[in-house]
């Protein structure tokens, strides 16, 4: 198992054998920023008898820094191995799927590219828009503006640079609610939102209850604001355009 783990981690799993660690104590040391290569240097109580032993010095500091006696979750590093390998793999489905989709779309003559979208998101006022209007009353038909209406919520507004990460991954996956929400049957729409929950939550390490509020929040918004829209979205970019952020979103006409 140590062999097949990143590197970061297998120290870990190293130091907990060999230290005779508990889950949660390897937890609380991860969380000090302790190096698992180094703990050697505070367990030499045999030469040091003023020194606590190795889990009671990292449980003491831990309550020292912390202002508590334990992590209020303890994940193992093994399960910390499954979720990483996990969202790996959900990513790697995800990128398969949209690389399907559009193949399939373009092989399709009644097929319409009718969107490449692109939206500026800018700390300050938009040109030619009155800085007193909500952004959402700017008249669009573009699936990158549709799509960053229905996330809004969900990310710091304006967004800064340095958030980068926070808004392209909310936004692909905001892609992914938006593409289960297309289905007009009720019952696929459930279980296919039911079956989005279960990828987040496992992609991300969330808790389920987590998962199933965003994807929730998300199909809602949606279906408020846009029940008619039909497009699928095949992909989703958020890059830099020196201090602003620049989305693209493509998508293609799917009848349901």
Do not use: C
Not at 29 to 34: F, V
Not at 137 to 146: E, F, I, L, N, Y
Not at 167 to 175: C, K, N, P, S
Not at 181 to 190: A, F, V
């Amino acid at each position: 198992m140590t062999k097949k783990l990143a590197p970061n981690l297998a120290d870990w799993i190293t130091a907990r054998r060999r230290y005779r660690l508990s889950h949660a104590q390897v937890q609380m040391a991860r969380e000090l920023g302790l190096n698992p290569r180094k703990l050697g240097g505070l367990a030499n109580h045999d030469q040091e008898p003023w020194k606590a032993p190795l889990p009671q010095f990292i449980e003491r500091l831990y309550e020292k820094r912390f202002a508590r006696t334990a992590p209020e979750i303890v994940t193992s590093i093994e399960e910390r191995a499954r979720a990483q390998e996990a969202k790996r793999a959900a990513k790697k489905a995800a990128k398969a799927r949209r690389r399907e989709t559009l193949a399939e779309a373009e092989a399709r003559a009644d097929v319409d590219l009718v969107d490449s979208g692109r939206e500026m998101l800018v700390a300050g006022p938009v040109p030619g828009v009155p800085h007193h209007l909500p952004r959402s009353t700017v008249p669009t038909h573009r699936v990158s503006d549709a799509l960053l209406e229905v996330v809004k919520p969900l990310i710091p507004w304006p967004p800064a640079p340095s958030e980068l990460k926070l808004v392209r991954a909310t936004l692909e996956l905001g892609a992914m609610v938006w593409n289960a929400t297309l289905t007009s049957r009720l019952e696929d729409r459930r279980t296919a939102l039911d079956a989005l929950v279960d990828t987040i939550a496992t992609a991300l390490g969330e808790p389920p209850a987590s998962a199933h509020d965003f994807v929730q929040q998300i199909a809602a918004r949606k279906l408020d604001l846009y029940p008619t829209d039909l497009r699928f979205v095949v992909g989703v970019e958020v890059v830099l355009d020196r201090d602003r952020m620049v989305v693209n979103a493509v998508s293609v006409h799917r009848p349901v």
